[in-house]
Structures are given as C-alpha cells and as structure tokens.
C-alpha cells in the first residue's frame, strides 16, 4: 500500500532489494497532507522473511531507509518473527504489540489514531490496539476476518477519509 508489491496467487510479496522498491501513486501526497495536519506517520510492518531466513534483515533496514527518505515518516517498527514462534510474538500483526509499544514511547492516544492497512493482519491488529481501521484493498486472495471502519483503494483515498473525519470533528466541537 506504501510500496508497489509483487502478487503471486493473489498474494503480495515486498521488493527484494532497495532498487525494486518503489512508491505506489499517491503515496507522498498521502503522507505530506498527513503530516501538514499534524499527524505522526508510523509504518508498522511484519519482515517475516528475515525470521525465515530468506531475506537478509540488512536489505529490509536499507529499504526503510529509502523509505524514509522519500516520505516524512516519523518511525518504523518491525517484527521479523516469521509466524512459526511458540508462544506468539506479541508484536507480529495481528497482535498489537508494535502499535502499543509506539503508543507508548511516542504519547498516541490511540482511541484517536488509525490503523490503515492492506492485509487482514493490518486490520485485526489496528482493532486489538483500540484504533480506528481502514482497509486499503488491493484486492489480495485473503479474506478480512474483522470488518474495517473503512474501505478504500488507496492510500492517498485513507488519508482523505482521515482528514475528513477530523475536520467533521473539529467542525462539531465549535
């Protein structure tokens, strides 16, 4: 939803390398009128090919390194925990632990803050940490297992039902 992905069997898989990663459009645009209105921008992602073995976490680093480059994201977290951990990692989507933990460090009240995201893991965690959620859907072969507050196409059309959404707020405070 940030990066354009590579789909096989209806599934999305990241660059491999920093030069395939590209933004998708929109995307900037997204994240500066975000921004200008004064929102944290928190990239909150599962690398779980590192926890395999079959993406070295250096390339992951580099690429959210450009990442950061080209938007104005304030702080990324990762779980590189491939799936497979008994117990559960606490911070792999669908859990909230990467959101509660930047809730934390950062002061987000998070009862007013979104979880936008394109992958079921995205939503289900978005909920469990008390945000609002909306659902960027790339039409992947994966089924929802919690309904979105909202669903949208791009990141550009979530940062608009935010921006929205706030200003209906701030309108109904006067």
């Not at 998708?24 to 009128?33: I, K, Q, S």
């Not at 859990?95 to 809730?103: D, E, F, N, Q, T």
């Not at 945000?131 to 669903?151: A, G, H, M, S, W």
Request: aromatic share 6%; net charge negative; with cysteine.
């Amino acid at each position: 939803m940030i990066n354009r992905v590579q789909v096989r069997d209806g599934k999305p898989y990241p660059p491999a390398t920093v030069e395939q990663f590209e933004l998708l459009p929109g995307v900037a645009e997204a994240c500066a009128r975000l921004k200008h209105a004064g929102f944290l921008l928190i990239v909150v992602t599962n690398q779980p090919d590192v926890g395999r073995g079959t993406m070295a976490r250096e390339v992951v680093e580099a690429i959210h390194q450009r990442m950061l480059k080209l938007l104005p994201i304030d702080r990324v977290e990762v779980s590189y925990a491939s799936g497979s951990e008994e117990p559960p990692d606490e911070c792999r989507k669908p859990r909230p632990g990467l959101i509660v933990r930047a809730a934390q460090e950062c002061d987000i009240d998070l009862r007013g803050s979104f979880m936008v995201g394109d992958r079921w893991r995205d939503i289900d965690a978005g909920h469990a940490a008390g945000c609002q959620t909306i659902f960027v859907d790339q039409n992947y072969k994966e089924e929802l297992r919690k309904d979105p507050d909202f669903r949208v196409t791009t990141l550009l059309d979530a940062a608009q039902v935010i921006l929205a959404l706030i200003q209906r707020e701030t309108q109904e405070s006067y």
